[in-house]
């Protein structure tokens, strides 16, 4: 049975979306005026809830994956995995 991995891919976009933030803040330092006060307000804020809401629920989407893979494995191979 092949294991599903989504924490990879979680990883990756919560890496990227540091980097967006790094970025931003020091696009920030150069552009301050009402129009990034509104990219700000209404893209990257609501964009990082969002993000942190997904993370969140991957992590919890892995534990029951993990928890439903242990538990249709035959009984033998159950010791192995965890």
Same mark, same amino acid.
């Not at 933030?21 to 920030?28: D, I, M, Q, R």
């Not at 893209?43 to 993990?66: F, G, H, N, S």
């Given at each position: 049975?092949?294991?599903?991995?989504?924490?990879?891919? $979680?990883?990756?976009?919560?890496? $990227?979306?540091?980097?967006?933030? $790094? $970025?931003?803040?020091?696009?920030?330092?150069?552009?301050?005026?009402?129009?990034?006060?509104?990219?700000?307000?209404?893209?990257?804020?609501?964009?990082?809830?969002?993000?942190?809401?997904?993370?969140?629920?991957?992590?919890?989407?892995?534990?029951?994956?993990?928890?439903?893979?242990?538990?249709?494995?035959?009984?033998?191979?159950?010791?192995?995995?965890?």
């Amino acid at each position: 049975m092949k294991r599903v991995d989504v924490l990879s891919p $979680a990883a990756r976009l919560e890496d $990227a979306t540091k980097q967006l933030l $790094a $970025a931003w803040n020091v696009t920030k330092e150069h552009w301050s005026d009402p129009v990034s006060r509104k990219v700000e307000d209404e893209y990257l804020i609501p964009l990082q809830a969002q993000i942190r809401c997904l993370l969140d629920a991957t992590t919890k989407l892995a534990e029951v994956l993990r928890t439903a893979e242990h538990e249709c494995q035959h009984p033998r191979e159950r010791r192995f995995m965890l």
